[in-house]
């Protein structure tokens, strides 16, 4: 809800509040539909209409690189944007909104398998056409969704656990190498193997399975952490993980038969936007699932009070084992998607920048929270291509906003908050979702 | 035979004896108190009880089992529940949420359940929320079934630690200090509380106290404690005449 404009200061409430009052009338289903819109508008006169206001291409990112690159552009690059996202969204959320209710009201009624697919099904097409502009959009936008599945798997730990762990990369590592070594083993010659074992034509049909197995391996390294976490915590716990972290990146760095710190190129591309798109919708369903019963529930009764968990007949060592390897299992899955994506990988690059990085989106968006996440991970993997412009000050400009988040949102932007799906996608009430 | 029985029990915290040689009988539907001044072992002989400490000595057995050594969530989901003294809810729940996690040991529908949200799951936790509700109704604190505990009052926490350590479905109840801290308002209603859950549940219980006039209204038998040792037990009208008890309260002076 407060994402939209979460750091203008006191003074622009008014503003805040007539746009939520904007779209406090509009269901989920139709700033779906103006987005769709948008996007379909961006395909067929896109590039007419930037060329017609002096642009020379499609802006890429919502205008933020043109503005931040040729400041004399900006008044096109604001005209683009208002025209291809911002119309359609008014239009949408303004005229239609009994339509939209409607259809919403429909939905919401129909069996679930069949509303889930068509938001399911809308959202993927709205991101493929957005990704359809340009390798650049496709890219980022990938790179984005890996994000959601890294800081969600995180934010079980460290939000819904309240341990600290910094060894997320290291569970990184584990499943973008083992899945990578069965990928190339299955369908590249001369890599591990002089020749490889299957025609490339089945490799998106092995392609998951070699992502689970790197999963499952990087649970198997989790039981180094959890295992401890049965007697020691916090801080002790925090450095452990991180041991664990250099314990694995040394470790690859010193296997030759995988590369040593060269690391490991040319994986098969399997990985298409739809592929990372279904495992991060999975993601996000299975770990909304999770921590709504009460089993997972069970993770904030060890992390507020262990021994008055236990006295309530909580399995406490289960539930640790448990969150520390299903953790780590999304965090290989987002490993391995995020070797088949870039189809390179090499140990230095799940070292101490991607905990850190990972770490700033799970406690902008949110501790204890699917939603602030989501939000985390989606607003500074975007804010991050955005700032590329400014180079090194971008490294100066996103810890700021770190900062400044933590004085007025100490537990980051959307935290305890239960993403509740049914709630979100419900007629009339809905609050403006971020893509 | 006794639904708990306690025999020779002793622990030490390093070289420090702080339980020596406590025995305890409590048979099914018994109300029994202990109390004693501060830093008497009274609360670490719950913990030893619960299995939150191992005892360096003797033998605990529930409703003929032997509990010694068992983690302490088996203990509990065999039938022994507790509150604590210092309040110990967790802090970012429902109250509801609260009651429905003391159901954990009846859940069935395990991992899958949980990851894929299957029927089964639902139905259980329909279930359980059913019976959460009755247990929050009992104790009249349903109308804050959605609030945060840290919203409610103290006596209304008191009241949220009962419901949860009742939604465990004990055998044996144990309580520690349940009016610490009230007022006589509270105290009065809190003590028809455990009137009551004595009668429905037909539960044991066995209480912690400081304040005499609790133990003495509520409890069949009362043992006193001073410095990990039981040195009187007894009805209450003897544990109240008795020198020893009176001289560990108030002094020797007070006795001669």
Redesign the interface.
């Known amino acids: 809800m407060e994402v939209t404009n979460e750091n203008t200061p006191k003074e622009k409430k008014g503003l805040k509040q007539k746009i939520r009052a904007f779209f406090a009338q509009a269901p989920l289903i139709g700033l779906i539909i103006s987005a769709l819109i948008a996007v379909i508008l961006e395909q067929t006169v896109g590039d007419l209409l930037a060329n017609l206001i002096g642009l020379s291409k499609i802006p890429t990112l919502f205008g933020f690189l043109i503005i931040l690159k040729k400041p004399l552009l900006i008044p096109s690059a604001m005209l683009y944007v208002f025209i291809i996202y911002v119309l359609p969204l008014i239009i949408i959320g303004k005229f239609t909104t009994p339509l939209m209710n409607a259809i919403a009201a429909w939905l919401f009624k129909a069996h679930k398998l069949i509303s889930g697919v068509i938001y399911i099904g809308l959202l993927y097409l709205i991101l493929h056409l957005w990704a359809d502009i340009s390798q650049y959009r496709l890219l980022t936008l990938k790179l984005t969704l890996i994000a959601v599945i890294v800081t969600l798997s995180l934010n079980v730990i460290n939000g819904y656990m309240g341990e600290f762990s910094c060894s997320h990369p290291g569970f990184m590592a584990l499943g973008a190498y083992t899945s990578s070594v069965i990928t190339l083993m299955f369908f590249v010659d001369g890599k591990i193997i002089s020749e490889a074992l299957l025609p490339i034509s089945l490799a998106p049909f092995v392609f998951p399975f070699s992502l689970i197995i790197g999963g499952f391996s990087a649970s198997v390294g989790a039981l180094i952490i959890a295992i401890p976490s049965f007697r020691t915590r916090g801080d002790y716990l925090a450095i452990i993980s991180l041991a664990f972290l250099f314990i694995v990146k040394s470790a690859i760095e010193n296997l030759e038969f995988i590369g040593g710190p060269r690391g490991l190129s040319s994986q098969p591309d399997v990985a298409d936007l739809a592929t990372v798109f279904l495992w991060t919708v999975a993601c996000v369903w299975?770990i909304n699932?999770?921590v709504r019963?009460?089993?997972?529930?069970?993770l904030?009764?060890v992390?507020?009070?262990e021994?008055?968990?236990?006295?309530?007949?909580?399995?406490?060592?289960r539930t640790k084992l448990?969150a520390f390897m299903f953790s780590a299992f999304w965090a290989g899955i987002a490993g391995g998607l995020f070797a088949h994506v870039l189809r390179y990988i090499n140990p230095a690059t799940f070292g101490i920048q991607k905990l850190a990085e990972v770490l700033a989106m799970v406690y902008f968006g949110g501790l204890?929270s699917v939603y602030g996440s989501v939000v985390g991970a989606v607003s500074l993997s975007i804010l991050g291509e955005a700032l590329r412009p400014l180079e090194l000050f971008k490294w100066i400009v996103i810890p700021l906003m770190l900062i400044l988040i933590m004085i007025y949102r100490p537990t980051g932007l959307i935290a305890?908050k239960e993403f509740n799906v049914r709630e979100i996608i419900k007629p009339k009430l809905s609050p403006p979702k971020e893509v | 035979m006794p639904l708990l029985q306690v025999k020779n029990m002793t622990h030490y915290f390093g070289g420090l004896r702080a339980v020596s040689n406590f025995d305890l009988e409590i048979e099914a539907g018994q109300i029994r108190g202990l109390i004693g001044p501060n830093g008497a072992g009274k609360t670490t002989i719950f913990n030893l009880l619960?299995?939150?400490h191992k005892p360096t000595e003797g033998a605990i057995t529930l409703d003929g089992e032997n509990v010694v050594g068992l983690?302490?969530?088996l203990i509990?989901?065999r039938g022994l529940?507790?509150t604590?003294q210092n309040i110990?809810?967790?802090?970012?729940?429902t109250v509801l949420?609260h009651v429905?996690?003391?159901?954990?040991?009846k859940?069935t529908?395990g991992?899958t359940?949980?990851?894929?949200?299957t029927a089964k799951?639902h139905r259980e936790?329909a279930q359980?929320e059913t019976k959460a509700l009755g247990l929050l109704k009992m104790l009249g604190i349903e109308h804050f079934a959605g609030d945060n505990v840290l919203n409610l009052s103290y006596g209304a926490q008191r009241r949220v630690e009962m419901a949860?350590?009742l939604?465990?479905e004990p055998k044996v109840l144990l309580l520690d200090e349940p009016t610490a801290g009230m007022n006589p308002e509270e105290l009065s209603q809190m003590m028809a509380i455990i009137r009551q859950v004595h009668q429905e549940f037909g539960l044991a219980i066995f209480l912690i106290e400081h304040r005499l006039r609790v133990v003495m209204e509520l409890c069949e038998k009362i043992q006193t404690l001073v410095f990990g040792e039981v040195i009187s037990e007894g009805g209450p009208e003897e544990i109240q005449n008795d020198p020893k008890v009176i001289d560990a309260y108030l002094g020797k002076e007070a006795v001669e």
């Open positions: 299975i699932n999770f019963s009460v089993m997972g529930k069970a904030n009764a992390r507020d009070d021994l008055a968990a236990d006295a309530m007949t909580v399995n406490t060592r448990v204890n305890f | 619960t299995g939150i983690r302490p969530h509990a989901s529940g507790r604590f110990c809810l967790w802090r970012h729940m949420e429905k996690m003391a159901c954990y040991a859940l529908y991992l359940g949980a990851f894929f949200g799951r936790e359980i949860r350590a939604a465990t």
